[in-house]
T-cell receptor
Framework: QKEVEQNSGPLSVPEGAIASLNCTYS??????FFWYRQYSGKSPELIMS????GDKEDGRFTAQLNKASQYVSLLIRDSQPSDSATYLC??????????FGTGTRLLVSP | DAGVTQSPTHLIKTRGQQVTLRCSPK?????VSWYQQALGQGPQFIFQ???????QRGNFPDRFSGHQFPNYSSELNVNALLLGDSALYLC???????????????FGPGTRLTVL
């Protein structure tokens, strides 16, 4: 079993819709979770971090964490074509070592 | 405020050669982590440097080595290059208080290494 799993996609949504990206992880002791956005040919950009169960909102982005289910999600409201990118879920497994999923490719059509 | 910087941007080497990649962390950060990202994959942790010492290491052979300088900048060295070492090499910086659990890591632009 992979440590961090994501659906590779592509996830296609129309402009203005809500995009929902999901991630599961295997290390029950993990305490911090991150979402990065990566445009083609660029490096990952941190967009959200979450440490406690529940929701955390930042602008159009909402991260959701459920440690009992070992599940993290990212919601993007009012999706824009500029949101089209690969979204990487990362889990801190201790001393800032991040373990990444393979990423979900999001396509937002005008 | 300068972000994380890396050099060079691109590099082409042949099998068996050695390469050195460089990273300067974000201002105020003292920890540097290196990751390798193959095409279509997520970044894979290579190692991390804090206080000029390697603090953690991922599942990479000894051909991969590094160094951190007193100004917190870091180098990644790869010896005896293989075709499979072709990838995007990413440096991430963070600030490491005692717990080290909740620190956000910020990536540089990366170095694209091609091994022929």
């Amino acid at each position: 079993q992979k440590e961090v799993e994501q659906n590779s996609g592509p996830l296609s949504v129309p402009e203005g819709a809500i995009a929902s990206l999901n991630c599961t992880y295997s290390d029950r002791g993990s305490q911090s979770f991150f979402w990065y956005r990566q445009y083609s040919g660029k490096s990952p950009e941190l967009i959200m971090s979450i440490y406690s169960n529940g929701d955390k909102e930042d602008g159009r982005f909402t991260a959701q964490l459920n440690k009992a289910s070992q599940y993290v999600s990212l919601l993007i409201r009012d999706s824009q074509p500029s949101d089209s990118a690969t979204y990487l879920c990362a889990v801190n497994t201790g001393f800032q070592k991040l373990v990444f999923g393979t990423g979900t490719r999001l396509l937002v059509s005008p | 405020d300068a972000g994380v910087t890396q050099s060079p941007t691109h590099l082409i080497k042949t099998r068996g050669q050695q390469v050195t990649l460089r990273c300067s962390p974000k201002s105020g950060h003292d920890t540097v982590s290196w990751y390798q990202q193959a095409l279509g994959q997520g970044p894979q942790f290579i190692f991390q440097y804090y206080e000029e010492e390697e603090r953690q290491r991922g599942n990479f052979p000894d051909r991969f080595s590094g160094h951190q300088f007193p100004n917190y900048s870091s180098e990644l060295n790869v010896n005896a290059l293989l075709l499979g070492d072709s990838a995007l090499y990413l440096c991430a910086s963070s600030y490491a208080p005692t717990s080290g659990t909740f620190n956000e890591q910020f990536f540089g632009p990366g170095t694209r290494l091609t091994v022929l």
